[in-house]
């Protein structure tokens, strides 16, 4: 039987900038189904790594293959309408814009409407603005109390900072993705907070069925979602694995003691 081919396949994907090698060499694959943690000290080439991927930069060489078929090369929307969708370690939502407003401003791009059709609301145009909007409400709910109800006409301003990071979430699902990159979806939660996120990561692939890729410095958090660890160093893949064998790998102890030496000196 043959081999079932990868979701997401990296092969021997290198990126500098200037005399900085940033990436280097670097094979990854992401199956179908699975969460891959991408782990590694800051500086590692993680954040990079994922602006490669969605087409922000293009690498100096190698491959990149979405269901076999190369991205490399296309706009950041072309990777989103491929099924690439992202959060960022830095929020970026529309803060002055509605819960909703935020989910449905990602699908208009997708549209047929005409701008024409759209000023003057003919048929078409509303009959896809009503479908925009019932995804958005849709893609909201999944995350329960938190983003329903009155919630969906709040300026997302009025938000926690934990809900910011589940509505930014609900807008990347909202582009109907294959794959899911979360950038440090954890980033500032208090314990609570991240267990609520560590599960909330679990619910996105059992009941979303989303394959994800995540970059994520909180352990407790790799440990619990993790099919597979991937960390980096410098741009370079030092160790793969399950969890326990990637936190017990003596490269990988050596990079992170190595940071902390540095930051205490």
Do not use: C
């Amino acid at each position: 039987m043959a081999a079932t081919q990868p979701l997401l396949a990296l092969r021997g994907v290198s990126k500098s900038f200037g005399g900085l090698t940033v990436i280097s060499d670097l094979d990854l694959h992401v199956d179908e189904g699975e969460i891959v943690s991408v782990i590694g000290p800051n500086g590692a080439g993680k954040t990079t790594l994922f602006n490669i991927i969605t087409g922000v930069y293009r690498p100096d060489e190698g491959e990149i293959l979405l269901e076999e078929q190369s991205i490399v090369g296309l706009d950041p929307h072309q990777v989103t309408n491929r099924g690439v969708a992202r959060t960022f370690q830095t929020l970026r939502l529309f803060l002055n814009m509605s819960v909703r407003e935020n989910v449905m401003a990602v699908q208009y791009g997708r549209t047929k409407s005409s701008p024409f059709e759209a000023m003057l609301r003919l048929p078409r145009a509303r009959r896809e603005e009503r479908e925009i909007r019932q995804r958005a409400e849709e893609k909201l709910s999944f995350f329960g109390q938190r983003l329903v109800g009155y919630r969906w006409d709040q300026p997302a301003y009025s938000l926690s900072y934990a809900n910011r990071r589940r509505l930014e979430i609900a807008r990347a699902m909202a582009t109907e993705p294959r794959i899911l990159l979360l950038d440090e979806p954890a980033a500032g939660m208090n314990p609570a907070e991240t267990q609520e996120i560590t599960e909330l990561i679990g619910k996105l692939r059992e009941e979303g069925r989303y394959t994800i890729l995540v970059i994520e410095h909180d352990m407790h958090v790799v440990e619990g979602i993790s099919d597979r660890v991937v960390a980096l160093d410098h741009g370079v893949k030092i160790a793969e694995g399950s969890f326990d064998a990637v936190a017990t790998d003596p490269r990988v102890i050596e990079a992170y003691l190595g940071l902390r030496k540095a930051e205490t000196k």
